[in-house]
């Protein structure tokens, strides 16, 4: 009997496309209805409370109930990297309309990786910030700096409660579409967060995209010198 942790679970329950599609479809971060995700994987309501049985009994998603209504999301941030980087080893999709193909290219472009900015905006936006010695790569992890905690701050950014969150705070996450890093963990989440709020970001509904308001392209420009 083998000693190591058995990955042919998790391999089969990725193995399966619906099930594969339904992952995908929760790196927005946000909590999805059964019929929702059915909608999303193109099966049947029935189909999808099956793999979704299969996905909580495997422990890559939760369920949160709320009356009559179930909820379901990616179990945490972890197993939202696990997926990104599963993404970067993957194939890319077969392209067969025209709008596979825009949906394609605004993923791309910017999108929501559980609950941090991905995409080449969020690497763009990431190396921005190591050049400007907010952030250091070491080891493969990021480091706040002291001056990165006062641009933060200064950015409407609470470090202090961040870090009193238990989870990570700042770690690299491998973007899948970039092949390069994108910053994950509390920090990263803050991050898109008060992109949002400042109303410099917008999100697209039924897919993770994420775009740029004109607004945004303004305070990019100014703030991170980005050309949006």
């Not at 019929?35 to 999808?48: C, G, N, R, V, W």
């Not at 209504?69 to 972890?78: C, G, I, P, T, V």
């Not at 596979?100 to 690497?123: E, F, M, P, W």
Request: hydrophobic content about 45%; glycine content about 6%; overall charge positive.
């Amino acid at each position: 009997m083998g000693i190591n942790p058995n990955m042919a679970e998790i391999a089969a329950l990725l193995g399966e496309t619906s099930r594969a599609t339904i992952l995908a479809s929760m790196m927005d971060g946000r909590f999805h209805t059964a019929s929702e995700l059915a909608y999303m994987a193109a099966i049947k309501p029935q189909t999808a409370s099956f793999h979704l049985a299969k996905l909580v009994e495997g422990k890559l998603i939760k369920v949160e109930k709320q009356g009559r209504h179930r909820y379901f999301q990616l179990a945490s941030d972890d197993i939202a990297q696990f997926l990104e980087a599963f993404l970067a080893i993957s194939p890319p999709p077969e392209v067969r309309s025209l709008k596979q193909s825009s949906q394609i290219k605004l993923l791309q472009a910017a999108r929501t990786c559980y609950d941090h900015l991905a995409g080449k905006l969020g690497v763009q936006l990431t190396e921005s910030l190591v050049a400007a010695g907010y952030i250091k790569l070491e080891e493969k992890q990021f480091i706040l700096t002291n001056e990165g905690t006062l641009f933060f701050t200064s950015f409407g950014i609470d470090i202090a409660a961040l870090k009193r969150q238990r989870r990570s705070f700042c770690h690299t996450c491998l973007d899948w579409s970039e092949r390069r890093y994108h910053l994950a963990g509390a920090l990263g989440s803050e991050l898109l967060n008060r992109l949002l709020e400042l109303d410099w970001l917008t999100r697209v509904p039924s897919i993770r995209a994420i775009k740029v308001t004109e607004k945004g392209k303004v305070g990019f420009k100014e703030i991170f010198h980005l050309d949006c």
